[in-house]
């Protein structure tokens, strides 16, 4: 991604200063890319004969190497994609998919992403163009958290599953390895969380405050291993960084969190990414048809690899 910060002072047509920036575009790239939502003008989609201004701030989610200059990728941008989605379910109506740690959910500018992979699955299927653009994301994980990923097939599934997750109908389970033993073993945690965008962070308060959303997580302690412990974590709520945050603020950071962790702890045991795991969905019973296959199923990640490490002491 590219941040340009406008410094002409006399408005200018947004088309007439991209192209004095990447003469290479040309037009009908800057139409293009305007229509698959990859130019931003104060963080909203605008016409290309908006006039900017000194202030303004444009972000291009696009490659690199088209912006000065080189092709794209052959095809659509999912086919360069490193692999194809591992596929926990799928029906007529959905897919569920298991992200790695450190992969992007989704990324305009990035090709390998959680999206792309699962759309290059249903291109190996045979699905059409039409298919795979029809694919929608349900909801979203953190880059470095792993786990199960929801993607509705056409737009009803993808009203009726983001409306079952929005009214918290869909059970999310995590696993995840504290620094720290959380005390007592088992517990609900609440406050309100309020969002620093500017940062990237989050911070919860015990009681409410202005801004504030209210959040409520449940842990159980599962294992120890030194001054380490597993827990199995469900979301009450779901929040941006409810977790990582309500974790940390009781005293046990996730292990490999660089946001709200122990840092040295992080290098000294050389993990890149937070151990937390997204790993099980429990779907609500359900009398639509169309969604028979999915009602009251129970669908699971693989366990990550830092769950067996904690059972036999390796990691600790």
């Not at 080189?70 to 007529?92: F, M, N, Q, W």
């Not at 994301?137 to 097939?153: E, F, M, P, Q």
């Not at 969190?257 to 099980?280: F, H, I, M, P, V």
Request: proline content about 6%; overall charge positive.
């Amino acid at each position: 991604m590219k941040i340009l910060k406008v410094k002409s002072l006399l408005p200018l047509r947004m088309d007439k200063y991209l192209l004095e920036q990447y003469p290479h575009l040309g037009l009908g790239r800057l139409n293009k890319a305007l229509r698959e939502n990859k130019i931003k003008l104060n963080g909203k989609k605008q016409p290309l004969s908006t006039r900017v201004q000194a202030g303004d701030e444009i972000r291009l989610f696009i490659l690199d190497e088209i912006l000065e200059g080189g092709t794209a990728p052959e095809g659509p941008l999912y086919r360069s994609a490193r692999c194809p989605a591992e596929i926990v379910y799928e029906d007529e109506q959905v897919l569920v998919a298991n992200k790695p740690a450190g992969l992007p959910t989704e990324d305009p500018a990035a090709p390998d992403t959680l999206y792309n992979r699962a759309c290059l699955y249903l291109h190996g299927q045979g699905k059409s163009e039409e298919e795979i653009n029809a694919l929608r994301l349900c909801h979203r994980l953190d880059t470095g958290t792993s786990g199960l990923i929801v993607l509705a097939k056409n737009p009803h599934a993808e009203e009726v599953l983001t409306g079952w997750i929005r009214d918290r109908r869909v059970q999310k389970t995590y696993l995840c390895v504290t620094f720290g033993r959380p005390q007592p073993e088992e517990a609900t945690l609440t406050g309100w969380l309020v969002k620093d965008s500017a940062q990237g962070r989050v911070k919860i308060y015990p009681e409410e405050v202005p801004g504030g959303k209210e959040v409520e997580t449940q842990y159980e302690t599962l294992a120890f291993s030194g001054r380490l412990a597993l827990l199995q974590v469900r979301l009450i709520t779901g929040r941006t960084h409810q977790i990582r945050a309500h974790l940390a603020g009781i005293g046990c950071p996730i292990l490999g969190d660089s946001k709200y962790g122990n840092n040295a702890a992080n290098r000294e045991l050389r993990l890149k990414y937070q151990a937390l795991c997204a790993y099980e969905l429990r779907f609500p019973q359900t009398s639509e048809e169309a969604f028979a296959p999915l009602s009251g199923r129970v669908l699971h990640a693989p366990k990550p690899w830092y769950y067996g490490q904690i059972l036999d002491g390796t990691l600790k």
